[in-house]
């Protein structure tokens, strides 16, 4: 049994929980205004610099948008309206992603259902499939398309990521409604989508036509695949489990911590520390560099595992799983005893080693070409 007690009383006494909410405000702010002077440049700019101006801008956005997820997750404030505020503010009015088909879909779902197939909507990834058990359930058109082309058209489908998740908003919004009628938190999401596509839609279009609507497309396109590129790497190509007994060591078997530099972890919002992220969402993201040394030498004394993968070879490591994940099998999860291992018997790195017997872990197994698997990704102090 994880001692997550003992974990939660070090990082409170390094002072991890405490709120950053003053930071975090003077961050969308300047985002923000980084943001308005994008758009200006979009405006008054000749078309060909404005078409290299959209990654900038769409990274802007994005970095926004983000912001909403620390509000999702009570990371931002002790007062729960300016987390509602927060996540209302970068999600639905600003993104364009409803706040209750997150909060189910992410907070609800993932968090408690990491990598266990057909649990975690993270693995919904139609048309394509993230195992063998969801191919087989696949139309045979879809097959096809598993088999040929899903092991170079996940990141092209990537692009479509942000418009996708806008319709299962608006699914999920439909389905609420039936099932509970029309109340508070439904009319806020609604009121807040209807701002997002007045103030991105409706009035641009009014001053400046079709462009307008190409721009949003175009912009929201490359936001998606930005969404992609801080999401995946963090959960895919590691275990795809059945089920598990043991919630806590699921979040570190199923999550690993993206290495790069201090810079590019600023537009990432403490997305880059899965691990920490998944113990205590409530870790503000401006506390996650300072909890992970903490949490990497607990694990280290509990012999649970603690993954670190370099985050190009983490984006690496998703187009290698994506091309083979149509024909592999979610595996029986459980602790490690499941396999006749005991807690000495992880590595310092965190990494499950072989045991006795000359078996090895399942993750340790080479599912991919010249990959090791997983196990790949080593624990290093970030």
Same mark, same amino acid.
């Given at each position: 049994?994880? &001692?997550?007690?003992?974990?939660?009383?070090?990082?409170?006494?390094?002072?991890?929980?405490?709120?950053?909410?003053?930071?975090?405000?003077?961050?969308?702010?300047?985002?923000?205004?980084?943001?308005?002077?994008?758009?200006?440049?979009?405006?008054?700019?000749?078309? /060909? !610099? =404005?078409?290299?101006?959209?990654?900038?801008?769409?990274?802007?956005?994005?970095?926004?948008?983000?912001?909403? *997820?620390?509000?999702?997750?009570?990371?931002?404030? #002790?007062?729960?309206?300016?987390?509602?505020?927060?996540?209302?503010?970068?999600? %639905?009015?600003?993104?364009?992603?409803?706040?209750?088909?997150?909060?189910?879909? *992410?907070? !609800?779902?993932?968090?408690?259902? %990491?990598?266990?197939?057909?649990? &975690?909507?993270?693995?919904?990834?139609?048309?394509?499939?993230?195992?063998?058990?969801? +191919?087989?359930?696949?139309?045979?058109?879809?097959?096809?398309?598993?088999? #040929?082309?899903?092991?170079?058209?996940? $990141?092209?489908?990537?692009?479509?990521?942000?418009?996708?998740?806008?319709?299962?908003?608006?699914? +999920?919004?439909?389905?609420?409604?039936?099932?509970?009628?029309?109340?508070?938190? /439904?009319?806020?999401?609604?009121?807040?989508?209807?701002?997002?596509?007045?103030?991105?839609?409706?009035?641009?279009? +009014?001053?400046?036509?079709? @462009?307008?609507?190409?721009?949003?497309?175009? *912009? $929201?396109?490359?936001?998606?695949?930005?969404?992609?590129?801080?999401?995946?790497?963090? *959960?895919?190509?590691?275990?795809?489990?059945? &089920?598990?007994?043991?919630?806590?060591?699921?979040?570190?078997?199923?999550?690993? #911590?993206?290495?790069?530099?201090? /810079?590019?972890?600023?537009?990432?919002?403490?997305?880059?520390?899965?691990?920490?992220?998944?113990?205590?969402?409530?870790?503000?993201?401006?506390?996650?560099?300072?909890?992970?040394?903490?949490?990497?030498?607990?694990?280290?004394?509990?012999?649970? %595992?603690?993954?670190? !993968?370099?985050?190009?070879?983490?984006?690496?490591?998703?187009?290698?799983?994506?091309?083979?994940?149509?024909?592999?099998?979610?595996?029986?999860?459980?602790?490690?005893?499941? @396999?006749?291992?005991?807690?000495?018997? @992880?590595? =310092?790195?965190?990494?499950?080693?072989?045991?006795?017997?000359?078996?090895?872990?399942?993750?340790?197994?080479?599912?991919?070409?010249?990959?090791?698997?997983?196990?790949?990704?080593?624990?290093?102090?970030?």
């Amino acid at each position: 049994m994880l &001692d997550i007690k003992g974990l939660r009383r070090e990082l409170t006494e390094a002072g991890i929980f405490e709120k950053c909410e003053g930071r975090t405000w003077a961050k969308l702010g300047f985002l923000f205004g980084v943001l308005a002077l994008c758009i200006a440049g979009h405006i008054l700019a000749p078309l /060909w !610099v =404005s078409v290299l101006m959209t990654p900038v801008t769409a990274l802007v956005s994005v970095t926004i948008a983000m912001l909403g *997820h620390e509000g999702g997750h009570l990371a931002l404030s #002790n007062t729960r309206w300016r987390n509602d505020l927060m996540l209302h503010l970068a999600f %639905p009015a600003f993104g364009g992603l409803g706040a209750l088909y997150w909060k189910w879909k *992410h907070n !609800v779902k993932h968090h408690a259902h %990491p990598n266990i197939a057909e649990q &975690d909507p993270d693995l919904g990834l139609w048309p394509m499939a993230s195992t063998a058990l969801e +191919y087989r359930k696949s139309s045979p058109n879809r097959q096809f398309f598993q088999r #040929n082309f899903q092991s170079f058209m996940f $990141w092209p489908l990537t692009f479509f990521l942000a418009f996708s998740m806008r319709a299962a908003t608006l699914q +999920y919004m439909w389905s609420y409604v039936r099932e509970r009628g029309v109340d508070r938190k /439904w009319m806020l999401d609604a009121v807040s989508l209807m701002i997002h596509v007045i103030a991105w839609l409706i009035i641009p279009t +009014y001053f400046l036509g079709p @462009w307008a609507v190409a721009f949003y497309i175009a *912009h $929201w396109a490359i936001g998606g695949a930005m969404l992609a590129a801080i999401f995946a790497p963090a *959960h895919m190509g590691m275990p795809i489990l059945t &089920d598990h007994n043991d919630k806590w060591r699921l979040q570190l078997e199923t999550s690993r #911590n993206l290495r790069m530099p201090a /810079w590019m972890g600023w537009f990432f919002i403490g997305l880059d520390y899965q691990i920490e992220h998944h113990l205590f969402p409530r870790i503000p993201h401006q506390k996650m560099s300072m909890a992970a040394p903490i949490v990497r030498r607990w694990a280290a004394r509990q012999g649970a %595992p603690y993954f670190v !993968v370099d985050y190009f070879d983490g984006l690496a490591d998703v187009s290698r799983y994506m091309a083979a994940a149509w024909k592999l099998d979610a595996q029986e999860g459980d602790s490690p005893e499941k @396999w006749g291992l005991k807690g000495s018997e @992880w590595n =310092s790195a965190g990494v499950w080693i072989e045991p006795t017997d000359g078996k090895v872990s399942w993750w340790k197994q080479p599912i991919f070409p010249n990959l090791p698997g997983p196990s790949a990704a080593t624990a290093t102090d970030p």
